[in-house]
């Protein structure tokens, strides 16, 4: 019984400990991200450093009030901590809206319409087929072709 209450405990808690990879740009990435969501939300899409400056433009967008000298160094500190080279490839039948946004660099609106069609039309199968969706650019499809599995 006490072992079910400790897991219960640790299962509830461990998000409360999670933390950022020490390093140069660590107090800035907190101190910006931190303000409107979890910690482990800001680092859980890996990317390059095209993504995250992608990802950071999307935020100043949303309100996010940081210096450009902290964006940089906040790029720099996500690339090189949380990297794209981990991230297993995108499964454009299944990923969700926050893939698509962070991974083809959708706007939320876009990747609603292509979820839509996709739930519409069924799964792709080439990416021919897949550039022709709403929402696409094809030029970003083209480009992330060998990250994209179906």
């Known amino acids: 019984m006490a072992m079910r209450y400790l897991l219960l405990f640790a299962t509830l808690t461990s998000p409360l400990l999670a933390q950022l990879a020490d390093g140069p740009g660590m107090a800035e990435t907190e101190k910006n991200c931190k303000g409107c969501h979890e910690v482990e939300r800001s680092v859980s ?47 454009i039948n299944t990923a969700a809206a926050t893939e698509l946004e962070s991974r083809l660099g959708m706007r939320r609106s876009q990747a609603a319409a292509f979820i839509e069609y996709r739930e519409k039309n069924g799964k792709f199968k080439t990416i021919t087929e897949l550039k022709q969706a709403p929402g696409i650019d094809p030029a970003k499809i083209e480009s992330k072709k060998t990250e994209i599995i179906f």
Not at 63 to 88: F, N, Q, V
């Open 45 to 91: 899409l890996r990317q390059d450093k095209g993504g995250w400056n992608n990802t950071l433009t999307k935020m100043v967008g949303f309100g996010m009030k940081a210096k450009e000298s902290d964006l940089a160094i906040i790029a720099d500190y996500l690339a090189k901590y949380y990297p794209a080279d981990s991230m297993p490839p995108l499964n």
